[in-house]
């Protein structure tokens, strides 16, 4: 299973937070995490202070050379699909094939507002934006992108959501499905239900839907910053190394091929977080 992590620790109440993100994205390589991730909020909020995905994972393969770039999650229906198709498919040249768009319709109406996008019909029009992402990036129609993307066919797409109509969008339209806070009994939950929508969706059965999902995680002997709702971190709360290898190794043993670690520990706190988890966690995952 491949492990990645965010360059910033979850929801970062200050911009100067973020300031530190690739030097972080340069530990992370150096540490053998797969990939990185960034997620996408458009407004300071509850959640603190978001930078743009595109923009951060952008910087950041300027200053790594192996490690994977993941939005997790852009939130589609705020973008054009051109614009997006267009950004996708240069990170994925300039970065060397590295990038992988994962997607979402969101929950914050506020953004939508600012935006002047509106909330509902989210889930229709991501399906029709991902269609024309996807046939830009194999050069299908009359337009014809600035940049082609490196990787044939364009980067890999990672679908999230939990409702049924999410996993339809990403049996139809992904390389993976991506969910959060799964245990392995919610993972094999969703397998059942992508086996059954599969064939309605029309996936073929040769090529099978990747299973990812993004996790919570608070090292044995540091202090959480923030209070993540839903589902405790892996490992419960008082979590030890054996604990979190136990359910990450569940999790593989369901299927999962990629989990992205968010870690909501204090920044001055985030890089040895990572190297407990580099140490502690990476060797018995890691296909590096």
């Not at 999230?160 to 339809?168: I, K, M």
């Not at 999962?256 to 968010?262: G, H, K, R, V, Y």
């Amino acid at each position: 299973m491949r492990l990645g992590v965010a360059p910033h620790r979850l929801w970062p109440a200050h911009e100067d937070e973020l300031d530190g993100v690739l030097g972080t994205a340069r530990a992370a390589e150096e540490l053998g995490f797969d990939h990185l991730i960034a997620s996408s909020h458009l407004l300071a909020s509850a959640v603190g202070v978001t930078p743009d995905p595109l923009v951060l994972l952008s910087a950041a393969a300027g200053a790594t050379t192996r490690i994977g770039l993941v939005t997790s999650v852009l939130i589609l229906p705020l973008y054009n699909p051109v614009v997006v198709a267009h950004q996708a498919a240069t990170l994925d040249r300039l970065s060397g094939g590295r990038f992988t768009l994962g997607v979402g319709t969101g929950w914050d109406t506020a953004e939508f507002d600012a935006a002047g996008v509106p909330f509902a019909g989210r889930g229709r029009r991501a399906d029709e934006q991902l269609d024309v992402v996807r046939k830009l990036w194999r050069g299908e129609g009359e337009i014809r992108l600035g940049v082609r993307p490196r990787t044939p066919g364009g980067p890999p797409v990672w679908v999230g959501g939990h409702s049924d109509a999410a996993l339809r969008r990403a049996l139809r339209y992904g390389d993976a499905w991506h969910g959060s806070g799964l245990d392995a009994a919610g993972l094999a939950e969703v397998r059942g239900r992508l086996a059954e929508l599969g064939e309605e969706a029309g996936r073929d059965p040769a090529t099978p839907l990747e299973l990812t999902a993004g996790q919570m995680l608070v090292p044995p002997g540091f202090e959480a910053a923030v209070q993540p709702p839903g589902r405790l971190p892996l490992g419960g709360s008082k979590s030890s190394a054996e604990q979190v290898r136990e359910e990450l190794g569940q999790l593989a043993d369901g299927g999962l091929t990629a989990c992205s670690l968010w870690l909501p520990v204090a920044t001055e706190a985030l890089p040895d977080a990572l190297g407990w988890v580099a140490q502690e966690i990476l060797p018995h995952f890691s296909e590096g």
